[in-house]
């Protein structure tokens, strides 16, 4: 909500693909940093994945929005709709949770930082063929799902 504060809804001009391109560049750098293990510039892991978790919510409020929607949103209108696919988001992850016995927890950060790369791999796929899935979960469920994989490393970081 600062930055929108800051910038107003100028994200609302990135079409989809540029905001994965954008959680890519995150992930990379992220995975670039955990090899070298040194860094030029004056942000850490940390910041990347905080990163990853805001832009695969703007992600998920551009879906929702479409190309009608205005280029400026009111930022009573941005923080409902963040807060709404916070939300949800963290709902999925709870249950997910449970199904899966929180092994997320034994997992290395590295791993965390590879599945989401995965699955930026899984959106562009998907992207390209505009949308199309034969067996697969849509976008939004691969933007939840590195959403909740970098609350995961936020949290193991955290823990250090």
Not at 31 to 42: I, N
Not at 117 to 129: A, G, P, Y
Request: glycine share 4%.
């Amino acid at each position: 909500m600062k930055k929108t504060h800051d910038y107003g809804t100028a994200w609302r001009i990135l079409r989809p693909a540029s905001i994965t391109d954008q959680i890519f560049i995150k992930a990379q750098r992220i995975r670039t940093l955990e090899e070298k293990k040194v860094s030029k510039v004056d942000e850490g892991i940390t910041s990347e994945y905080i990163g990853i978790v805001n832009y695969c919510i703007i992600a998920m409020m551009q879906l929702e929005c479409g190309p009608e929607t205005p280029v400026e949103l009111a930022p009573e209108d941005v923080s409902v709709l963040f807060d709404e696919k916070a939300l949800e988001t963290k709902e999925l992850m709870f249950a997910k949770n449970h199904d899966y016995g929180e092994a997320w927890r034994d997992m290395r950060v590295s791993s965390l930082t590879d599945l989401i790369l995965m699955k930026i791999l899984r959106v562009k796929q998907i992207e390209d063929n505009k949308g199309l899935t034969l067996a697969s979960e849509g976008i939004k469920a691969n933007y939840q799902d590195m959403l909740n994989y970098s609350v995961f490393a936020l949290i193991k970081l955290e823990v250090k």
